[in-house]
């Protein structure tokens, strides 16, 4: 499987900021997943890191407030925008190697939103 | 649309063993992955289902009926470490291969 590196880990930021989160891999992959785990619940898909084009976003999730970017086949980032106390979570990358494959998971980061 | 249930926690006893179940209900079912998480973790993965049967690995086996929409994970000769949950998630035919979660089954593992 790939080794996914994800950063920063963990963060405290204050209300109406932004913060940038990102995922390297040490191989090519073509598909690029960022998830959102909220305190004591289970993972929600936000959206599909696409190279070269737009990501694919679920449904309640904008690119406005996500802004994400995927500009090669290791390498993604996913913007938190104007961040309010309710987008305090972790925020995990996961890579998928072939559609038969399973995801593999970054470490995750923690952010806290004062 | 596509909806999995799990339970939301289990006790189960040291060297005993314990039965994880998972239903869900999508269009154009592609596999079926466990995962485990332990808290303060990433989720890591598990085991993965695409035809009918049991997957048997080491002390973990997961089963699938897609007639029945079912799945379980089979946790053999429990150990402290296994306190954690488990996810399940279902893949759907041409959805790019991404993952829909169920909520998590919390595991927690007694002396």
């Known amino acids: 499987s790939a080794v996914i590196s994800q950063k920063p880990s963990r963060d405290i930021c204050q209300r109406g900021t932004s913060l940038t989160i990102q995922c390297q891999v040490d191989?090519?992959?073509?598909?690029m997943f960022w998830y959102r785990q909220q305190p004591g619940q289970s993972l929600t898909l936000i959206a599909t890191?696409?190279?070269?084009?737009?990501?694919?976003?679920e449904s309640g999730f904008v690119i406005d407030k996500f802004p994400i970017s995927r500009p090669n086949l290791t390498f993604s980032t996913l913007t938190v925008s104007n961040m309010s106390p309710e987008d305090s979570s972790i925020y995990l990358c996961s890579v998928q190697l072939g559609l038969d494959q399973p995801q593999h998971f970054g470490d995750g980061t923690r952010l806290s939103i004062l | 649309g596509q909806n999995i249930d799990q339970p939301t926690e289990m006790t189960a006893t040291e060297g005993a063993i314990v039965q994880i179940n998972c239903t869900y209900q999508?269009?154009?079912?592609?596999?079926l992955f466990w995962y485990q998480q332990h808290a303060g973790e990433a989720p890591t993965f598990l085991s993965y289902n695409v035809l009918d049967g049991l997957e048997e690995k080491g002390r973990f086996s997961s089963f699938l009926s897609r007639s029945k929409g079912y799945s379980y994970l089979l946790l053999k000769e429990l150990q402290m470490k296994d306190s954690a949950s488990y996810l399940c998630a279902v893949s759907g035919y041409n959805q790019g291969g991404k993952l829909i979660f169920g909520q998590g089954t919390e595991l927690s593992v007694k002396p």
């Open positions: 999508t269009s154009g079912f592609n596999g």
């Open positions: 191989s090519q992959v073509t598909m």
């Open positions: 890191a696409n190279q070269g084009s737009e990501a694919t976003y």
